[in-house]
């Protein structure tokens, strides 16, 4: 258990939909990262926040964005959903920047 | 633009049968190299973090190493609970807007047989 929670693990919609999906990191843990895996593409970095500032992009679509509350949790918001969507995407904290990133076990998403 | 490349895609040993896994990357410059084991409907696992060339690592059967150019993970003996697949990540001191986020490999499927 790598004390990263994500929730739901699985969430099925439709396209055009709008999501959310919800991370807590591991206790004491200020840097959250969240990451999509598709089979084709592998785990791509999306967005990282550290102690509730949004740090960095990476290939993150306009139509998602995420935000960390002051109690360190995350959300990732995702819209205008479309087959493509469908993925694994997971969320990872870190002590601080530069340390080892923890995994959580990741939210299955599902666009029909 | 920073790039990892594992080989091989897949590879199926004998219990007992030790073997390596390889990482090659590319980046602009080299934070931390981080090696991590998922199964199936998990998240990575973290195993390993190598900082600089000549630096090694050991967990119980797996050793990571580095050079400039690339990782092993040597596996020593395995068991089929090795079976995973096992992912190579780098984390680069230049990255852009100062992201921190890992550029990963696409990973070795290994299949440990008893």
């Known amino acids: 258990d790598s004390g990263v929670t994500q929730t739901p693990k699985h969430l099925i919609t439709a396209t055009g939909q709008r999501v959310t999906l919800r991370c807590s990191p591991r206790s004491g843990d200020l840097s959250v990262y969240w990451y999509q895996q598709s089979l084709d593409q592998g785990l791509q970095f999306l967005i990282q926040y550290y102690n509730g500032e949004e740090r960095a992009k990476g290939n993150i679509l306009e139509r998602f964005s995420a935000q960390q509350f002051p109690d360190l949790h995350s959300e990732l918001n995702l819209s205008s959903l479309e087959l493509g969507d469908s993925a694994l995407y997971f969320c990872?904290?870190?002590?601080?920047?530069?340390?080892?990133?923890?995994f959580g076990d990741g939210t299955r998403l599902s666009i029909l | 633009e920073d790039q990892v490349t594992q080989s091989p895609e897949a590879l199926r040993l004998q219990e007992g049968e030790s073997s390596s896994l390889n990482c090659s990357y590319t980046?602009?410059?080299?934070?931390?190299l981080f090696w991590y084991r998922q199964d199936p409907g998990k998240g990575p696992e973290f195993l390993f973090t190598l900082y600089s060339a000549g630096e090694e690592k050991e967990k119980e059967r797996l050793k990571a190493t580095l050079t400039k150019k690339e990782s092993f993970l040597h596996i020593t003996a395995p068991k089929p609970e090795d079976s995973a697949t096992y992912l190579c990540a780098v984390q680069d001191m230049y990255s852009g807007g100062g992201a921190d986020g890992l550029t990963f490999g696409k990973g070795t499927h290994l299949i440990i047989q008893p």
């Open positions: 990872a904290s870190s002590v601080d920047t530069n340390q080892p990133q923890h």
């Open positions: 980046v602009s410059g080299l934070r931390g």
